[in-house]
């Protein structure tokens, strides 16, 4: 089970599948016996669950050539993509199927991956274990997961990890550009409102945590056109601009409005 955050990285564990355009997307976070990384596909939200993939599969192997935190060593990382490449190969030859993410933690990598048919599907990938990667032991766990739990309530990321993605690939930019993370700048911050007095609301709000107002529009032509764009002088580090992030996010929910971001500029040394 998820307890906190623990990292992000968005190229940590690179995981590509060929043909496949969708939104793939990685974070860690802290679990039972240490960090644990989850990599999934985030566009299988918007059509999870999926009605003729009723059953899920979730396989890989152990290896003993890991570091302190459970997390395979790059060269034995590279033999677990082949043997994951490997293994979807079989998968995708005898049923339909759709893979959801993979979970490495404890020296583990297992892939989660929904399928339409388990007849003889755990022999056939066993066969396929002992034959190409005899020098692994191998996990095969099959059962129904008609609602899809497995990825919507343990690969998918909840609010929080969501907030620490989005604000990361604004960081990893910042990083790119030469910024000293360390230093406090002004900060923007866009919300937006379906109602002129959910934003008067929301204006109190930020004025009472020193937050400046910077402009206040009406968009004619958007659901929410109430915008508003706020500012504060506050450091960028990710636990520092999520805290910021996720109070101003949880402030717009409760008035019906949407938090849509933050911006600033680059700061060097």
Known sequence: MKKAIFLLSIILFPFIISGQNDNWDVYLAQFEKGPGSVTLNMDLIKRAPIVDLQFILI???????????????????NNLYKISDSIISVVNHFTKAEVAGSFTYQCERLDYIYIK??????????????????????????????????????LYPNEE?????????????????????????QVDHWIYFQAKQDRDKFIKFAKENSFKIESEDYLKEEKLPYQLRISRID???????????????????????????????IVKK
Do not use: H
């Open 59 to 77: 396989t890989g192997v152990k290896t003993k050539r890991c570091d302190s935190n459970g997390f395979p060593i790059q060269t034995e990382l």
């Open 117 to 154: 048919d388990t007849i003889s599907l755990r022999s056939k990938i066993a066969a396929s274990y002992k034959k190409l990667f005899p020098e692994y032991t191998p996990y095969i766990n099959l059962r129904v997961d008609k609602d899809w739990k497995a990825y919507k309530e343990f």
């Open 161 to 185: 990890t969501l907030e620490y993605m989005s604000n990361q690939k604004v960081i990893n930019q910042l990083i790119k550009g030469g910024d000293d993370l360390s230093k406090s700048r």
């Open 235 to 265: 450091k960028v580090d990710l636990p520092s601009i999520t805290k910021v992030t996720l109070q101003l996010k949880k402030e717009a929910i409760k008035l019906s409005g949407d938090y849509d971001g933050w911006e600033t500029f």
